[in-house]
């Protein structure tokens, strides 16, 4: 795989409904080469995960050129297509989006999910279409992922969340967006009903509590991931030898852990 064009294809060839592309989404070189190493068949930042890790808090608290950097090394660390989690776009208008995407694309990435957040369904879909126009002025055929968060965000009542997530999710893919995600949702009766109601690959948010990836593919999800989970449990670590080692001073949660040999060589080049 040599182009940036030929990862994008790929990326898109990977989106398949009841055979879906498992995103065990990440947030430095080193974390993309352990899911690579791990079986993975496209790496995904998650925002949450990039924003910590440079020491902001997710949600419109990192730095747009430090993710486009780290996003930057990711792309080079390992030779699998790249989609990265912009949030909504770190930028007020559409068409800054549009340059936030341009930027995300000249690092090499070939995806993006793109959040509604606080927009109205109307802007948000503006700012999809903005991103995809970006994308088609660079060249790069790149899987817009649009992202409603009716349902993380308990937007309206519960019985018509569905309803409304829908209605969102069309208007996003008449936009312009190759694929949906809908984060919040565990209930299967809800994820098949998006399925069937949508016309676009569905990315759903998965961790403890959650279907399987085998339960899902049977509902018809094309695209799982798991968000800022891998992060979470590596912070816990961290939290637990400390702890270890500041309590009773010994050092048991620390082993098992990575070699300074292979990490070294994870974060190399």
């Known amino acids: ?50 924003s910590w890790s440079l020491g902001s808090p997710d949600g419109g608290g990192a730095d747009r050129d430090q993710v486009l950097a780290r996003t930057a090394q990711i792309v080079r660390a390992v030779a699998l297509p790249v989609t990265a989690d912009i949030e909504t776009g770190y930028a007020d208008t559409p068409a800054g989006v549009g340059e936030t995407v341009a930027a995300l694309l000249a690092t090499g990435a070939v995806g993006l999910n793109l959040e509604d957040a606080a927009f109205t369904p109307e802007q948000a879909a503006e700012r999809i279409a903005a991103a995809r126009a970006a994308a088609d002025a660079a060249g790069v055929p790149a899987f817009v992922n649009g992202r409603t968060d009716v349902f993380l965000r308990g937007i309206g009542a519960p019985e018509g969340r569905l309803d409304e997530a829908v209605r969102r999710l069309r208007a996003y893919v008449e936009a312009g967006a190759d694929g949906v995600f809908v984060p919040g949702v565990l209930d299967p009766a809800v994820v ?21 990836v085998a339960e899902l593919a049977k509902l018809g999800v094309a695209r799982i991931s798991l968000g800022p989970g891998l992060a979470e449990v590596a912070y816990a670590a961290v939290r637990r030898a400390a702890e270890e080692v500041y309590g009773p001073g010994t050092y048991t949660v620390l082993e098992g852990g990575l070699s300074y040999p292979e990490l070294n060589g994870l974060s190399a080049g």
């Open 192 to 212: 098949a009903a998006l399925v069937e109601a949508v016309p676009a690959p569905l990315n759903v948010l998965a961790g403890p509590g959650s279907p399987s």
């Open 1 to 50: 795989m040599t182009t940036q064009q030929e990862k994008a294809r790929l990326l898109r060839e990977l989106h398949r409904p009841g055979d879906p592309l498992v995103l065990a989404n990440v947030w430095d070189a080193a974390s993309a080469r352990l899911v690579v190493a791990a079986g993975a068949k496209a790496v995904a930042t998650a925002s949450a995960s990039v």
